[in-house]
């Protein structure tokens, strides 16, 4: 009797589920809908080698069907978890096997570029490069840069508050989103596309979706703050000898470039050999011998001016004896050859296991801090790997870390990097989010009270629970 009533369980299962799945492909039409080997073919991301699990993938061609999806799944506390580009490393778009995935990859339009109001609306599906190149082509910019821009979309970027190569100068993705449509998970349309700079009116309501990694809503279109295009972007690789020094070095290049300083990339020396060195595609313009090297890049708005400035700010570094050694790009293609260096973080998958961190704290905490990393690596493990580098500008380290023979390993090395943190006031996640990869350690970087606001607005927003569910934190204390 037991197996008996177990079968008509699982045969309710699966026809509730085929229901769902017949009215969701009422609303997304042909292909909308993709199911078994569709799915499972799908890797889970672009760093990871399994295939998608989750029940099947839905794929809305516009707000609305995204609402009457939703209305459907929250009708019938259905699980879904938002698709963008699949490049985060938090695990924050993993979906399990009882779940569905909602990908917003049909809705790649950019609406309208207003080159007078410098604003570009688009949908959440659109690839990141796709909307530089689109704000490039009216001679304005979209600051926002990040490794992954040829695969990110715009509406991850959003979920995540992605940061990338040029926060020091532009800020996070918070800070360059203007407006937002999103969809809560009872379906109802929260349209929110301001277009102004300035919007004081109340809540400013698209904060509850910027970096809520789709845990309240699913975002469907976006109004994007634009730059004016730079007239010239002048960048150099210096070699520092000292931790020191590359603080001290970070003060003088911002105030000698005068306010243009959009990038400073540090590369520790063992990260540096790693992308110089064969099978890496790179090689190194400087020795490998110094301790840290430092990607230094500034916009600004007159190409003869700008480089004087740049030649004038290094030589006044190097005379005061914080630059040991440097290579100046003089054309594009050198430039593109330098920042290649920095983007070529799948040389750390040379080594197995391979985790990757990405933390924030102050710039006056991190030697230490990286020290007392390794340290707890050398304690534990013995042998390891740590590659480090970062957006050092704007307080965000990443590091690549391999130590253990297997998986196993992972809780150890986690409890190394994140724990430290703790008595410093850093972050456990600088730019990719929480997910479920940092959800354990959510606790080391916010307190009691945060995190129970942080499930009222999940309760209010999403009673059901279905957005996103197990995500960032536990509903229940």
Same mark, same amino acid.
């Given at each position: 009797?037991?197996?008996?009533?177990?079968?008509?369980?699982? =045969?309710?299962?699966?026809?509730?589920?085929?229901?769902?799945?017949?009215?969701?492909?009422?609303?997304?039409?042909?292909?909308?809908?993709?199911?078994?080997?569709?799915?499972?073919?799908?890797?889970?991301?672009?760093?990871?080698?399994?295939?998608?699990?989750?029940?099947?993938?839905?794929?809305?061609?516009?707000?609305?069907?995204?609402?009457?999806?939703?209305?459907?799944?929250?009708?019938?506390?259905?699980?879904?978890?938002?698709?963008?580009?699949?490049?985060?490393?938090?695990?924050?778009?993993?979906?399990?096997? /009882?779940?569905?995935? !909602?990908?917003?990859?049909?809705?790649?339009?950019?609406?309208?570029?207003? $080159?007078?109001?410098?604003?570009?609306?688009?949908?959440?599906?659109?690839?990141?490069?796709?909307?530089?190149?689109?704000?490039?082509?009216?001679?304005?910019?979209? $600051?926002?840069?990040?490794?992954?821009?040829?695969?990110? =979309?715009?509406?991850?970027?959003?979920?995540?508050?992605?940061?990338?190569?040029?926060?020091?100068?532009?800020?996070?993705?918070?800070?360059?989103?203007?407006?937002? +449509?999103?969809?809560?998970?009872?379906?109802?349309?929260?349209?929110?596309?301001?277009?102004?700079?300035?919007?004081?009116?109340?809540?400013?309501?698209?904060?509850?979706?910027?970096?809520? +990694?789709?845990?309240?809503?699913?975002?469907?279109?976006?109004?994007?703050?634009?730059?004016?295009? $730079?007239?010239?972007?002048?960048?150099?690789?210096?070699?520092?000898?000292?931790?020191?020094?590359?603080?001290?070095? !970070?003060?003088?290049?911002?105030?000698?470039?005068?306010?243009?300083?959009?990038?400073?990339?540090?590369?520790?020396?063992?990260?540096?050999?790693?992308?110089?060195?064969?099978?890496?595609?790179?090689?190194?313009? !400087?020795?490998?011998?110094?301790?840290?090297?430092?990607?230094?890049?500034?916009?600004?708005?007159?190409?003869?001016?700008? /480089?004087?400035?740049?030649?004038?700010?290094?030589?006044?570094?190097?005379?005061?004896?914080?630059?040991?050694?440097?290579?100046?790009?003089?054309?594009?293609?050198?430039?593109?050859?330098?920042?290649?260096?920095?983007?070529?973080?799948?040389?750390?998958?040379?080594?197995?296991?391979?985790?990757?961190?990405?933390?924030?704290?102050?710039?006056?905490?991190?030697?230490?801090?990286?020290?007392?990393?390794?340290?707890?690596?050398?304690?534990?493990?013995?042998?390891?790997?740590?590659?480090?580098?970062?957006?050092?500008?704007?307080?965000?380290?990443?590091?690549?870390?391999?130590?253990?023979?297997?998986?196993?390993?992972?809780?150890?090395?986690?409890?190394?990097?994140?724990?430290?943190?703790?008595?410093?006031?850093?972050?456990?996640?600088?730019? /990719?989010?929480?997910?479920?990869?940092?959800?354990?350690?959510?606790?080391?970087?916010?307190?009691?009270?945060?995190?129970?606001?942080?499930?009222?607005?999940?309760?209010?927003?999403?009673?059901?629970?279905? !957005?996103?569910?197990?995500?960032?934190?536990?509903?229940?204390?």
């Amino acid at each position: 009797m037991v197996v008996h009533s177990l079968d008509v369980s699982n =045969t309710q299962v699966e026809t509730r589920m085929s229901e769902l799945l017949q009215a969701l492909g009422e609303v997304v039409g042909e292909r909308g809908v993709l199911t078994g080997t569709d799915v499972s073919n799908r890797a889970s991301g672009i760093w990871r080698s399994e295939g998608i699990a989750a029940k099947a993938i839905v794929r809305p061609r516009c707000t609305a069907e995204v609402s009457q999806a939703l209305a459907i799944c929250n009708e019938a506390s259905q699980p879904v978890v938002a698709h963008g580009g699949l490049t985060g490393l938090a695990e924050g778009a993993i979906a399990g096997p /009882h779940e569905v995935v !909602l990908s917003l990859e049909r809705m790649n339009a950019i609406e309208e570029v207003n $080159p007078v109001e410098r604003t570009m609306t688009v949908q959440s599906g659109a690839v990141l490069e796709a909307v530089q190149n689109a704000a490039d082509d009216v001679g304005l910019m979209y $600051p926002l840069d990040i490794g992954g821009r040829g695969s990110c =979309t715009v509406g991850g970027n959003i979920a995540t508050n992605a940061g990338g190569n040029r926060v020091i100068r532009y800020g996070m993705t918070r800070d360059m989103v203007l407006g937002v +449509e999103a969809v809560l998970a009872d379906g109802t349309v929260v349209s929110s596309m301001n277009q102004m700079i300035k919007n004081n009116a109340g809540y400013d309501l698209k904060q509850l979706f910027i970096g809520t +990694e789709g845990s309240l809503g699913i975002v469907t279109r976006a109004v994007l703050r634009l730059r004016e295009k $730079p007239r010239s972007q002048e960048t150099m690789l210096v070699a520092v000898e000292s931790f020191e020094k590359v603080t001290a070095l !970070l003060k003088a290049m911002d105030a000698e470039l005068g306010g243009t300083l959009s990038a400073f990339e540090v590369l520790w020396n063992n990260f540096y050999r790693l992308v110089t060195t064969p099978p890496a595609a790179q090689r190194p313009p !400087l020795p490998q011998t110094y301790p840290y090297y430092v990607l230094i890049e500034a916009m600004g708005g007159d190409q003869q001016t700008d /480089h004087a400035r740049l030649e004038a700010a290094f030589a006044e570094s190097h005379a005061s004896g914080l630059i040991a050694d440097a290579v100046i790009a003089s054309s594009e293609a050198q430039r593109l050859e330098l920042w290649a260096m920095r983007d070529d973080v799948e040389q750390v998958n040379q080594y197995k296991p391979m985790y990757i961190f990405d933390v924030s704290l102050r710039i006056s905490k991190m030697e230490e801090y990286v020290a007392e990393v390794n340290r707890r690596l050398e304690a534990t493990f013995g042998n390891y790997v740590n590659f480090t580098f970062g957006h050092i500008g704007d307080g965000n380290i990443h590091f690549g870390t391999s130590a253990g023979a297997d998986e196993s390993s992972r809780d150890g090395v986690k409890s190394a990097v994140y724990e430290p943190l703790a008595a410093i006031g850093g972050s456990v996640s600088a730019e /990719h989010g929480v997910g479920l990869d940092k959800k354990k350690y959510l606790r080391l970087s916010r307190n009691d009270e945060e995190i129970a606001l942080m499930r009222t607005l999940k309760k209010a927003l999403d009673p059901t629970g279905i !957005l996103n569910p197990g995500k960032i934190f536990d509903l229940a204390a």
